[in-house]
């Protein structure tokens, strides 16, 4: 079974410009979540999707930031205009939905983007 | 405040030796759960292993275990044997709540390196 991928494994821009993040999930996970490292710091949590439905998006810096699941498959995170704090690891992850109350399911992560803005 | 801290920004093992990596944590939540993810150079996170707020025994898989020590609010991940293998960026992370759909909280990881 593929595992969660993401497109690009690096990006260079400019500042100003637009980049567009993907991410495909685990097949049949309902759960989409976006994660950001800026170097050197925690791995922060920035949206969370359910299907096609934002159900969390507290972590989005700014509106600068608009992420989309058309359909419930693949994420995608825009940002645009890029600025030089933007840089950093952009991490999609995916879980099932079990349905039911259980804390110890992991979260499936892919490799991440580096985002680098110059 | 952050949730989770992870006080060693690098650390070295001998390799076949032990190694604790620190893990401390800030909830109000009675219910979460605590994982530990490996991040080798190719970027991939890594599940190692997991321990729920009301387990007792300390959790373990393979050379991992975690000293969960509820009290004090942490959950050392300790790896047994160290293999060069294992050097790589660790996370610690927190999901509050009952719910598996939660969002993640993350250290910022510490850096093994596993000396030959």
């Known amino acids: 079974e593929a595992g969660v991928t993401q497109f690009p494994s690096h990006s260079v821009i400019e500042k100003g410009q637009t980049v567009t993040l993907r991410c495909d999930p685990i097949?049949?996970?309902?759960?989409l979540y976006w994660y950001r490292r800026v170097m050197g710091k925690e791995i922060k949590f920035l949206l969370h999707?359910?299907?096609?439905?934002?159900?969390?998006e507290s972590g989005m810096p700014n509106n600068r930031f608009l992420a989309e699941r058309t359909g419930g498959t693949y994420s995608t995170l825009k940002v645009q205009p890029a600025e030089l704090e933007d840089s950093g690891v952009y991490f999609c992850?995916?879980?099932?939905?079990?349905?039911?109350?259980?804390?110890?399911?992991?979260?499936?992560f892919g490799p991440g983007t580096r985002l680098t803005v110059t | 405040a952050q949730k989770i801290t992870q006080t060693q920004p690098g650390m070295f093992v001998q390799e076949k030796e032990a190694v604790t990596l620190d893990c401390t944590y800030d909830?109000?939540?009675?219910?979460?759960?605590l994982f530990w993810y490996k991040q080798p150079s190719s970027g991939e996170m890594i599940f190692l292993i997991y321990?729920?707020?009301?387990?007792?025994q300390n959790a373990t898989e393979g050379r991992y275990s975690l000293n969960f020590q509820k009290a004090r609010k942490s959950a050392n991940l300790v790896i047994s044997a160290s293999q060069l293998g294992d050097s790589a960026m660790y996370f610690c992370?927190?999901?509050?709540?009952?719910?598996?759909?939660?969002?993640?909280?993350f250290g910022s990881g510490t850096k093994l390196n596993v000396k030959p």
């Open positions: 321990q729920g707020s009301y387990d007792e």
């Open positions: 909830t109000s939540d009675q219910s979460y759960g």
């Open positions: 992850a995916s879980s099932q939905d079990t349905g039911t109350p259980n804390p110890s399911y992991e979260q499936y």
């Open positions: 992370a927190m999901r509050e709540g009952r719910w598996n759909f939660n969002k993640f909280y």
């Open positions: 097949s049949g996970h309902d759960n």
């Open positions: 999707f359910v299907k096609e439905s934002k159900q969390d």
